[in-house]
C-alpha cells in the first residue's frame, strides 16, 4: 500500500491525505459561451462529479470565467498553456486551482507572480506532463518518454513552486500507454507525497477509453495510488463521470448498488438485456452499498438472488 500523500483543496473539496478520491472531468464547450459552460458544469456536478477543469486560452475565456464561478455548483480549474497572465485572471474570477507548468511560463518572473497569486487565493495548482510534452533534454537523457522522463520532468516543474514557498501542488503524469501510466505513477508516488492527479491521456472512444482507464486507473488506486482522477473519454464528458465512479464502486472505494447480471444464453427466459439496463439506470444515482442480481432463468437465479439484496429472475 503506498504511503499517504499530503492534503490539498479544491475550493471545499479535499484531495489526497487519505481523503476519498475525488472525481473530476473537463468541460468541451466554449469557455467563451457561459450558459453553454455553466449547463454541462451543473450537468456534471449531477452525475457526481467533484471538481471541474475548463480550458482558458484567451482573454475572453478568461472574462467569461467572472460569470461561471459564482454560478458554478463545484469547484473549478482553470487550463492554462503558456499565458502566466490568464492565470492570474482566473484567480481573480474566483477559481479553486490552476493546471499549469510553471516552466512553460516564460521565466522566474511569471512564475513568482503565478505562485504568489495561487497562495493568496489559496488555490491548488496541478503540474501535469503528457508524454507529447517532455523536454527535448530529458527524452535524449532517457531514451524517450519513458516513465522516469515523465517523472523527472515534473519534478522540475513541481521544484519550482516549491523554491517560492508553494506545496500545494498535485501531479499527473498521463501517457497513451496504460504500461507507461501505470509504471509513471508508481516510481513517482516512490518519489514524493504530493497528491497524485491518475489518467490514461486520450484514452479513447466511451467503451476502449473505459477499459484503458479501469485497467490502469483501477489497478494504481487498488495499490492505494492515486487522489483524484479523470477517465478521458472521446465522448459527453458526463460518460467520464460514470465510468470513473464506476471504477471506483468495483474496486470498492465508492458505495453505490452492485448489480449482479448473467450474461443470458439459450435458458433465458425474460428479455434480461432490457431489463438489466433499465434496473441499472434507475439505480445509478442510489449511493447505499446494496447487490441487486438480475438473472434470466431458474438456473442460476435463485441462487445468485439468495446472495443478493434484491434479486430478479426469470422463471417460466
Ligand atoms: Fe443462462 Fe440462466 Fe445462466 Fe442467465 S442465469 S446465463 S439464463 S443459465
Not at 20 to 33: E, G, L, Y
Not at 97 to 116: C, E, K
Not at 123 to 140: D, F, M, P, T
Request: aromatic share 2%; glycine share 10%; hydrophobic share 45%.
Amino acid at each position: 500500500m503506498a504511503k499517504l500523500t499530503r492534503q490539498v483543496k479544491a475550493g471545499n473539496v479535499l484531495i489526497g491525505g487519505g481523503a476519498p478520491v475525488v472525481v473530476q472531468s473537463m468541460t468541451n464547450t466554449d469557455t467563451r459561451d457561459v450558459e453553454a459552460t455553466l449547463e454541462q458544469i451543473r450537468r456534471l456536478h449531477a452525475a457526481g462529479c467533484e471538481v471541474v477543469r475548463l480550458a482558458v486560452p484567451d482573454e475572453a475565456a478568461a472574462a467569461a470565467l467572472k460569470v461561471i464561478a459564482p454560478a458554478s455548483p463545484v469547484p473549478l480549474i482553470a487550463d492554462i498553456h503558456f499565458d502566466w497572465r490568464l492565470a492570474i485572471a482566473a484567480l481573480d474570477a474566483g477559481l479553486k486551482g490552476l493546471r499549469i507548468n510553471p516552466g512553460n511560463i516564460g521565466g522566474a518572473a511569471p512564475v513568482d507572480n503565478v505562485a504568489a497569486a495561487a497562495k493568496a487565493n489559496g488555490a491548488v495548482i496541478r503540474v501535469g506532463v503528457n508524454s507529447g510534452s517532455v523536454e527535448k533534454e530529458l527524452l535524449e537523457r532517457f531514451g524517450g518518454p519513458t516513465p522516469e522522463a515523465l517523472v523527472e520532468s515534473a519534478l522540475r516543474h513541481v521544484r519550482m513552486l516549491e523554491e517560492r514557498g508553494f506545496y500545494d501542488t498535485k501531479i499527473s503524469l498521463k501517457s497513451s500507454s496504460v504500461a507507461h501510466t501505470i509504471a509513471s505513477y508508481r516510481l513517482m508516488a516512490e518519489r514524493g507525497d504530493y497528491p497524485l492527479h491518475l489518467g490514461v491521456t486520450e484514452a479513447g472512444t466511451p467503451m476502449r477509453g473505459a477499459i484503458k482507464s479501469s485497467v490502469g486507473l483501477g489497478l494504481l488506486l487498488f495499490e492505494g495510488i492515486g487522489d483524484t482522477m479523470r477517465v478521458s473519454l472521446t465522448a459527453d464528458p458526463v460518460k467520464e463521470i460514470e465510468a470513473a465512479i464506476d471504477i471506483l464502486k468495483a474496486i470498492g472505494k465508492r458505495d453505490g448498488v452492485q448489480l449482479v447480471s448473467c450474461p443470458t444464453c439459450g435458458r433465458t427466459k425474460i428479455d434480461l438485456i432490457s431489463l438489466a439496463n433499465e434496473v441499472e439506470k434507475r439505480l445509478y444515482n442510489i449511493n447505499k452499498p446494496i447487490k441487486v442480481a438480475v438473472m434470466g432463468c431458474v438456473v442460476n437465479g435463485p441462487g445468485e438472488a439468495k446472495e443478493a439484496d434484491i434479486g430478479i429472475a426469470g422463471g417460466i
